[in-house]
Nanobody
Framework: QVQLAESGGGLVQAGGSLRLSCAASGRIFSINDMGWYCQAPGKQREWVARITRDGVTTYADSVKGRFTISRDNAKKSVYLQMDSLKPEDTAVYYC?????????WGQGTQVTVSS
């Protein structure tokens, strides 16, 4: 079985920063794309950022220039550096990874940005 474990969420003031981490564990033969989604209260889950195995990154327009996704293949981990946070970034953030050709999701970590 494969598991993804997120950490790093919390409460921060507008303009502040947070760094989310997500580590994969279990019976892993390969990890391809990794990424982050978020879900605000009453809204659908939205895509935030994606990084390929080779490090190519893409971002949602709403976070471009403020968030940075990175990964450490040796640690089977993906990270999301969140800068210049806004109250509208408040959501539960989920990491996702294509492991052994299947998509696995983390349990989510709460990010709350106060104004």
């Amino acid at each position: 079985q494969v598991q993804l474990a997120e950490s790093g969420g919390g409460l921060v003031q507008a303009g502040g920063s947070l760094r989310l981490s997500c580590a994969a564990s279990g019976r892993i033969f390969s990890i391809n794309d990794m990424g982050w989604y978020c879900q605000a209260p009453g809204k659908q889950r939205e895509w935030v950022a994606r990084i390929t195995r080779d490090g190519v990154t893409t971002y949602a327009d709403s976070v471009k220039g403020r968030f940075t996704i990175s990964r450490d293949n040796a640690k089977k981990s993906v990270y999301l550096q969140m800068d210049s946070l806004k109250p509208e970034d408040t959501a539960v953030y989920y990491c996702v990874a294509r492991v052994n050709l299947y998509d696995y999701w983390g349990q989510g970590t709460q990010v709350t940005v106060s104004s």
